[in-house]
Antibody
Framework: QITLKESGPTLVKPTQTLTLTCTFS??????????VGWIRQPPGKALEWLAL???????RYSPSLKSRLTITKDTSKNQVVLTMTNMDPVDTATYYC?????????WGQGTLVTVSS | QSALTQPASVSGSPGQSITISCTGT?????????VSWYQQHPGKAPKLMIY???KRPSGVSNRFSGSKSGNTASLTISGLQAEDEADYYC???????????FGGGTKLTVL
C-alpha cells in the first residue's frame, strides 16, 4: 500500500531555510503520470498547496511562494525534498506531502514546523 | 483569502443530507473537471473523498457525491452520520500558472 512520511526540523529560526523530506513507499516516482506534492496548513487555518514534482521531473510551484521554494526528487531513495528559504513566523504550519494521481489521493501524517526565534 | 470560496460552516441532523458549495472562477472550477474534495478530522491528515468532480475512490461511502455547475462545485453527503463531522476542503486545478488552489474549508457539524 502507499505510504508517505514527512521529516525535518520542528523548529526553525526566522530567515533560516527549511528543508523537509518526504519518504514514500508503495509506488515509484518514475511511473508515468505520478507526482508528489507538498501542502501546508497553519494552525486552525485552511490547506495551501505549495509545490508538486512529476515523474518526469516537471516541477510546479505556488505563484505566491515560487521564489522561496525548491522541490527535488531522488527516485532511487523514494524521496522528495522541499526547501523553503527565508522562513518567517507566518510560515508556521503543518506540512504534508501527498501522492498525486489526478488528485492528492494519499497523504503523509504531516509535520508541524514552528518558526520562532 | 483562499482562491475557492466555501461556507465556513454547515450543519445537519443524523440521516439528513447536506451540500457544501465551492465557488471558483472560469479560470479554475469552471474550466477543468479536476475538482477534488477532502475530509479532515481534528489532528488528522486530509482524506480524499471525491476526485474529478464526481468520482469516489475505492472505500469511500456512496453517501458522498460530487457535482459541478459552471464555476461552482458541490459536495453532497446523504444519510448524515456522526462520523461525518469534520472539516471539508475543495481543491481545483487552476491552469498552468496557478496550478492547484484549495478552498477555505467548511466545518460540518452533525447535530
Amino acid at each position: 500500500q502507499i505510504t508517505l512520511k514527512e521529516s525535518g526540523p520542528t523548529l526553525v529560526k526566522p530567515t533560516q531555510t527549511l528543508t523537509l523530506t518526504c519518504t514514500f513507499s508503495g509506488f515509484s516516482l518514475s511511473t508515468s503520470g505520478v507526482g508528489v506534492g507538498w501542502i501546508r496548513q497553519p494552525p486552525g487555518k485552511a490547506l495551501e498547496w505549495l509545490a508538486l514534482i512529476y515523474w518526469d521531473d516537471d516541477k510546479r510551484y505556488s505563484p505566491s511562494l515560487k521564489s522561496r521554494l525548491t522541490i527535488t526528487k531522488d527516485t532511487s531513495k523514494n524521496q522528495v525534498v522541499l526547501t523553503m528559504t527565508n522562513m518567517d513566523p507566518v510560515d508556521t504550519a503543518t506540512y504534508y506531502c501527498a501522492h498525486y494521481w489526478g488528485a492528492f489521493d494519499y497523504w503523509g501524517q504531516g509535520t508541524l514546523v514552528t518558526v520562532s526565534s | 483569502q483562499s482562491a475557492l470560496t466555501q461556507p465556513a460552516s454547515v450543519s445537519g441532523s443524523p440521516g439528513q443530507s447536506i451540500t457544501i458549495s465551492c465557488t471558483g472562477t472560469s479560470s479554475d472550477v469552471g474550466s477543468y473537471n479536476l475538482v477534488s474534495w477532502y475530509q479532515q478530522h481534528p489532528g488528522k491528515a486530509p482524506k480524499l473523498m471525491i476526485y474529478e468532480v464526481s468520482k469516489r475512490p475505492s472505500g469511500v461511502s456512496n453517501r458522498f457525491s460530487g457535482s459541478k455547475s459552471g464555476n461552482t462545485a458541490s459536495l453532497t453527503i446523504s444519510g448524515l452520520q456522526a462520523e461525518d463531522e469534520a472539516d471539508y476542503y475543495c481543491c481545483s486545478y487552476a491552469g498552468s500558472s496557478t496550478h492547484w488552489v484549495f478552498g477555505g474549508g467548511t466545518k460540518l457539524t452533525v447535530l
